[in-house]
């Protein structure tokens, strides 16, 4: 398995508190995703990086962001929480070398915005 | 913008019968396309990739063909176990470092 941490795995929290999430690879790995998985949507793309402080928008953005310092940390910030933020959110991680990229991903987080 | 769509959404078969599960994209000019499992309350575990200029991937009993003119992927599933009973996903590659996903078939096998 790729090592691919997601922490905390559970969390609850109030709306309107800033909340993060963090992940950690040991694959050094140069590209790092956040997408959230929704009932009805699937996984969509939240932030990705493709290198230390080099991060860029995914299609539901809004309401997030994120922070790359080291390669192996890739962290996702909700500024100020609301319910429909609540969702399970995945880290994936690929090498972003062409035809032979592939996806690995996290165990998820599920957040809860009460 | 690449669509990615998974028909049907759940399926639901008998022990031992083999199965297809399919994938549809928009968007021919790929990297590559990659089957995923998923199972309840779990990340998702790569299963097969198959390069733009491959047609098929094995392993163990799963096997995924790719046609890419056609914008079509299949994953056949041989003698089905209780044990596959979970959710698979398709996602295609553009560009080798983003990611396009349909929103899974439901697998169910009944002993």
């Known amino acids: 398995d790729a090592g691919i941490t997601q922490s905390p795995r559970h969390k609850v929290t109030e709306t309107g508190t800033p909340v993060t999430l963090r992940c950690h690879q040991t694959?050094?790995?140069?590209?790092m995703y956040w997408y959230r998985q929704d009932p009805g949507h699937g996984l969509r793309l939240i932030h990705y990086?493709?290198?230390?402080?080099?991060?860029d928008k995914g299609e539901v953005s809004d309401g997030y962001s994120v922070s790359r310092s080291k390669t192996e940390d890739f962290l996702l910030t909700l500024e100020s929480a609301t319910s429909s933020q609540t969702s399970v959110y995945f880290c994936?991680?690929?090498?972003?070398?062409?035809?032979?990229?592939?996806?690995?991903f996290g165990q998820g987080t599920r957040l809860t915005v009460v | 913008k690449q669509e990615v769509t998974q028909i049907p959404a759940a399926l639901s078969v008998p022990e031992g019968e083999n199965l297809v599960l399919n994938c549809s994209f928009t968007?021919?000019?790929?990297?590559?396309l990659q089957w995923f499992r998923q199972d309840p309350g779990k990340g998702l575990t790569s299963l097969l990739l198959i390069q733009s200029s491959q047609r098929e991937q094995t392993s163990g009993r799963l096997n995924a063909s790719l046609d890419k003119s056609s914008g079509r992927s299949t994953l056949y599933i041989a003698a089905s176990q209780p044990g596959d009973s979970a959710t698979y996903l398709c996602?295609?590659?553009?560009?080798?470092?983003?990611?396009?996903f349909g929103t899974g078939t439901s697998l169910t096998v009944i002993p």
């Open positions: 968007d021919s000019a790929i990297y590559n």
């Open positions: 996602a295609v590659s553009n560009t080798g470092n983003q990611f396009y």
């Open positions: 994936a991680i690929s090498s972003g070398q062409g035809v032979n990229t592939e996806a690995f």
């Open positions: 694959e050094n790995h140069r590209y």
């Open positions: 990086s493709y290198g230390v402080k080099d991060t």
